[in-house]
T-cell receptor
Framework: DTGVSQNPRHKITKRGQNVTFRCDPI?????LYWYRQTLGQGPEFLTY????????KSRLLSDRFSAERPKGSFSTLEIQRTEQGDSAMYLC????????????FGSGTRLTVV | TQLLEQSPQFLSIQEGENLTVYCNSS?????LQWYRQEPGEGPVLLVT?????EVKKLKRLTFQFGDARKDSSLHITAAQPGDTGLYLC??????????FGGGTRLMVKP
């Protein structure tokens, strides 16, 4: 068990560019969650998947944000036309459906929009 | 909208002192978790409490879930410099989507 893996760890991009982040969950976990954390705040829920189905996406911050989990394993989070306000840490977590124990976060991707 | 308020936001204490961090909400949660986060890393789960009134101990850390499952506390006995970090509480509901508090930044000075 290698834990939840996120890539890249850091991303610097120019305003207006698109960025994509990847999350590889713990292999036996069927739920995958995305959160955003800005400096000095607690993480904020964005979206989650059970297997390949996206069960909640109303909390994505705008239509520039989208997420996929095409085969029910890894997931990607894409931000189109990045803005400076998108600068934050993007965190991925995974768990088993119905199990609050074992909820595990990755180390995050730190995005800086310049 | 469910909100979790943590207090205090910042705490600076000397090694050996005791401290308590509070996590309060007007909403009921099915469970509540406490995390510790180091700079540049993701949160690491410390404990999950599920039953109202539940108390869990993890070495020098004692966690309590309120009877009504709306609030929680974290008590650290004889704090050590290694306890320094950001402590986050998070309430879980349907789908185990977590609502986080704003965090308590703890610094323990040697």
């Amino acid at each position: 068990d290698t834990g939840v893996s996120q890539n890249p760890r850091h991303k610097i991009t120019k305003r207006g560019q698109n960025v994509t982040f990847r999350c590889d969950p713990i292999s036996e976990h069927n739920r995958l969650y995305w959160y955003r954390q800005t400096l000095g705040q607690g993480p904020e829920f964005l979206t989650y998947f059970q297997n390949e189905a996206q069960l909640e996406k109303s909390r994505l911050l705008s239509d520039r944000f989208s997420a996929e989990r095409p085969k029910g394993s890894f997931s990607t989070l894409e931000i189109q036309r990045t803005e400076q306000g998108d600068s934050a840490m993007y965190l991925c977590a995974s768990s088993l459906a119905g199990q609050i124990y074992g909820y595990t976060f990755g180390s995050g991707t730190r995005l800086t929009v310049v | 909208t469910q909100l979790l308020e943590q207090s205090p936001q910042f705490l600076s204490i000397q090694e050996g002192e005791n401290l308590t961090v509070y996590c309060n909400s007007s909403s009921v949660f099915s469970s509540l978790q406490w995390y510790r986060q180091e700079p540049g890393e993701g949160p690491v789960l410390l404990v999950t409490v599920v039953t109202g009134g539940e108390v869990k101990k993890l070495k020098r850390l004692t966690f309590q879930f309120g009877d009504a499952r709306k609030d929680s506390s974290l008590h650290i006995t004889a704090a050590q410099p290694g306890d320094t970090g950001l402590y986050l509480c998070a309430g879980a509901n349907a789908g185990n989507m977590l609502t986080f508090g704003g965090g308590t930044r703890l610094m323990v000075k040697p």
